[in-house]
């Protein structure tokens, strides 16, 4: 039995070997073929504290994509004030929150994000809290968040954006297989 154990063992690490694991690029690569559509979505947790949220028409449009960078504003009713912007750094992928007044001006809680920490699938990202975010979470009271994990989901023809922490599980859902029109462009864009 451990002859046909060990004569199994190259087979299996030829079928895992790196050149065919999925990487952050190939999520990269598969947001940028969405590049200039945009898509409605709707709050698929079921938290009470996301009722504001869930009764609002969510849009997203990935609207600007660069060979390292992808911009997706996060309309959510008439509110255009945030946008997701996902860069690719090496072999990782770094999710930051734009937030933004309607004048342009950037809100006090801003920038925040993370950078993933290794491959997951080549449809899902996980993004954990960085020392930026916790020390501006920290500074603005919101100290509950420090703990935030995002994650960005592609698959199935869907596209799910969630919030996880203790205590905590947001999640917005944005059907891919029909494109709507292009919103207005999110506050503070030139």
Same mark, same amino acid.
């Given at each position: 039995?451990? !002859?046909?154990? &060990?004569?199994?063992?190259?087979?299996? &690490?030829?079928?895992?070997?790196?050149?065919?694991?999925?990487? +952050?690029?190939?999520?990269?690569?598969?947001?940028?073929?969405?590049?200039?559509?945009?898509?409605?979505?709707?709050?698929?947790?079921?938290?009470?504290?996301?009722?504001?949220?869930?009764?609002?028409? &969510?849009?997203?449009?990935?609207?600007?994509?660069?060979?390292?960078?992808?911009?997706?504003?996060?309309?959510? /009713?008439?509110?255009?004030?945030?946008?997701?912007?996902?860069?690719?750094? /090496?072999?990782?992928?770094?999710? !930051?929150?734009?937030?933004?007044? +309607?004048?342009?001006? +950037?809100?006090?809680?801003?920038?925040?994000?993370?950078?993933?920490?290794?491959?997951?699938?080549?449809?899902?990202?996980?993004?954990?809290?960085?020392?930026?975010?916790?020390?501006?979470?920290?500074? +603005? /009271?919101?100290?509950?968040?420090?703990?935030?994990?995002?994650?960005?989901?592609?698959?199935? /023809?869907?596209?799910?954006?969630?919030?996880?922490?203790?205590?905590?599980?947001?999640?917005?859902?944005?059907?891919?297989?029909?494109?709507?029109?292009?919103?207005?462009?999110?506050?503070?864009?030139?």
């Amino acid at each position: 039995m451990q !002859k046909v154990w &060990l004569a199994a063992l190259p087979v299996a &690490l030829v079928a895992c070997s790196p050149a065919e694991q999925p990487t +952050e690029s190939t999520l990269f690569a598969s947001l940028s073929e969405l590049c200039g559509q945009a898509f409605e979505g709707r709050v698929v947790s079921d938290d009470p504290r996301d009722a504001d949220w869930a009764a609002e028409t &969510l849009v997203m449009h990935v609207r600007t994509c660069t060979e390292d960078q992808i911009r997706i504003p996060l309309h959510v /009713g008439d509110d255009r004030s945030r946008t997701w912007v996902i860069t690719r750094m /090496g072999d990782r992928l770094e999710l !930051k929150h734009d937030h933004r007044h +309607e004048d342009g001006s +950037e809100d006090v809680v801003t920038q925040y994000g993370g950078t993933t920490h290794s491959v997951l699938t080549a449809s899902r990202a996980e993004f954990p809290a960085d020392p930026f975010s916790r020390t501006l979470f920290d500074r +603005e /009271g919101i100290a509950v968040s420090m703990s935030n994990v995002w994650s960005i989901t592609l698959e199935d /023809g869907r596209f799910t954006y969630a919030l996880d922490r203790p205590d905590r599980h947001f999640a917005a859902e944005f059907d891919l297989t029909e494109p709507v029109d292009a919103p207005p462009p999110p506050w503070g864009s030139q």
